[in-house]
């Protein structure tokens, strides 16, 4: 499959044998696309264990929740959420470090779908059957704090940072109050909004031209942002428009402010 499909490409293959449909929308507005099956990325999809927000779970939580989804190891999976462009590639990232690459996301999402006038539904379906999904994890795309704090002195990697230009030059707040706004060293930004137009993404043109203005030299990059959504956006993007590279700090800023005591007393 393609990384992106439209909204007139799903609405012309919905018949698609193996077809699944997964909303990855964090907050239920009462619409979704017909036969889609909600994919709780906050709860069924992370490790709530851990003390920071959105953590990869483990593959066999993974293996799991999938099965209950009825996800297939042959399932051609097509994945979306209702603000456009912002879970979604989480999800995708996700189904490629279990291996599972027969994934796209929705370009545009929900309100895409909206807008081009396709019916929608008032709740979300359920699996018939249990699916026989099996994980197959590359830690090697889940990049650690340790890896990370190495490369500072190293630099064999470039992370790029998905978050604001206020937030990454430390002149605008961090949303979690109690840690100071700024950047992993070596790091460059590419705020997420920026690989964007109206929700979708910009074409592969726009997006190369944008990434090779920030990036310089570097063979290999890894993604980071505030608690690991919207470095994903930039990811995926990067995929699409510049050179795929799968690597993700999934703690990013808000682990790396943490662990390195970056914190501010709360007024």
Known sequence: MEKIVSSKWLHENMEMPNLIILDASTTFNERTIPHARL???EHA???TSS?????????????????KLGINKDSNIVVFDN??????PRVWWL???????HIA????????????????STKHSKP????????NYNKELVVTFNQVKENVDRQKYLIVDARSEGRFNGTAPEPRKHLKSGNIPHSVNIPYEDVLNNGKYKSRDEINKLFKNKIKDSNE???????????SIILLAGAIGYKESLRLYDGSWTEWAELNQLTTEIQ
């Open 39 to 41: 994919f709780d990325l």
């Open 45 to 47: 999809f992370a490790d």
């Open 51 to 67: 003390p920071f927000p959105n953590t990869v779970p483990q593959p066999q939580q993974f293996e799991i929740e999938c099965q």
């Open 83 to 88: 603000k456009g462009i912002y879970t979604s």
């Open 95 to 101: 189904f490629q470090i279990m291996g599972h690459t």
């Open 105 to 120: 996301v929705l370009d545009g999402g929900l309100p895409d779908w909206i807008q081009n006038g396709f019916e929608t």
């Open 128 to 135: 018939l059957t249990k699916g026989n999904f099996q994980a």
């Open 221 to 231: 990059l890894v993604f980071s942002c505030g608690s690991g959504i919207t470095a």
